[in-house]
């Protein structure tokens, strides 16, 4: 899809065309800045650790594939902010995201994609002056991609060298499927998976007002931790995270076209404001049935700092929505 929208037989000289190219190039960073994180998830934490290229220091596997999913979720934010100040509107849409059983095979999937999105990038024709800022983002995005091609190879070749080349991703314990708080978790981290997107795109939506935008931006890094931490907490429970409505084949490879929702509510400051509080309160109250079934200890401990951020943002995003009401002319 990606291959057909760049490799046109002409350069990109409309507004139209570009924002064409651009919301295809959103889709995949939508869908690389997930599928990276649910790969890293699925992975022990410390146990397969390589030489960085690039940094030139031993690295653990899955936190740098975790940080390479951050970057690819800011490539999300640079094309989702220049679409949106083009006049166009930022796709939420995603390629498909892929869980393969074996870590290994992953990866080379990761690297695969990245050699992919590298040539196509930088594959990509403009009329020549026309949006010279564009061209510009484009090269410099694709210099990420090159750069974690880099690291993917390096992390292959470690764990081929120690015998790691048919591990396993983490599995879900069968029991679980009859464990309320294992299935509350997941539950609360699809919620925080659809709001701190949600507060992505309404950070997209607000880049001009950049008081707004950077606050929404605070709330989406903190869901981020929390779903980041809830992944953890889910392997201590015998469990790994889920990837959104996934079809698994016979081999065990799950698929989904739809790893996160494409349409969110609201399209003014204050009808978005008004659908996130109730969206936090949700949020908090699955918080709040979840913490007592569990024992006292590290994991309850983390629930309630999850916890008391959701009630932060209540706080905060209850005085964003009055102090709005209170401006007139405020739009
Ligand atoms: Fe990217
Ligand atoms: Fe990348």
Redesign the pocket.
């Known amino acids: 899809m990606l291959g057909g929208a760049m490799e046109q037989n002409k350069p990109i000289q409309s507004k139209e065309e570009a924002i064409h190219l651009l919301n295809i190039a959103l889709e995949h960073e939508w869908a690389?800045s997930f599928e990276y994180t649910i790969h890293a998830y699925s992975m022990p934490k410390g146990k397969f650790l390589y030489q960085d290229p690039i940094m030139q220091k031993t690295t653990d596997v899955r936190a740098q594939t975790i940080q390479?999913g951050i970057?690819?979720m800011y490539?999300s934010l640079q094309l989702g902010i220049i679409i949106k100040q083009m006049g166009g509107e930022p796709s939420f849409k995603t390629d498909k995201v892929i869980r393969y059983p074996k870590i290994m095979d992953n990866l080379k999937r990761d690297q695969e994609?990245?050699d992919m999105?590298t040539n196509l990038y930088q594959s990509a024709e403009f009329e020549e002056g026309v949006f010279p800022k564009i061209q510009n983002m484009i090269l410099n995005i694709s210099y990420?991609?090159v750069r974690?091609?880099d690291q993917f190879v390096a992390m292959m070749e470690a764990m081929k060298a120690t015998g790691a080349k048919d591990d396993l991703c983490f599995q879900a314990n069968p029991e679980n499927a009859h464990k309320e708080e294992v299935q509350l978790l997941h539950e609360i981290m699809r919620l925080e998976n659809e709001l701190l997107h949600r507060y992505l795109y309404y950070t997209i939506l607000f880049s001009e007002h950049q008081d707004l935008s950077q606050r929404l931006f605070k709330n989406s890094i903190d869901l981020m931790r929390s779903w980041d931490k809830n992944s953890g907490i889910l392997i201590k429970l015998g469990d790994v995270v889920k990837i959104e409505n996934a079809e698994k084949d016979a081999d065990g490879v799950e698929t989904s076209m739809n790893p996160m929702p494409s349409v969110y509510p609201g399209d003014d400051r204050m009808s978005t404001l008004e659908t996130l509080i109730p969206a936090e309160e949700k949020l908090i109250s699955a918080y709040e049935a979840l913490i007592p079934m569990i024992p006292d200890g590290e994991i309850k401990e983390q629930l309630g700092i999850h916890l008391g951020l959701n009630r932060e943002h209540v706080f905060t995003q209850h005085w964003l929505l009055n102090n709005a009401q209170k401006i007139t002319g405020l739009k």
Do not use: A, C, L, Q
């Open positions: 690389v390479i970057d690819e490539h994609t990245e999105v990420d991609e974690h091609s």
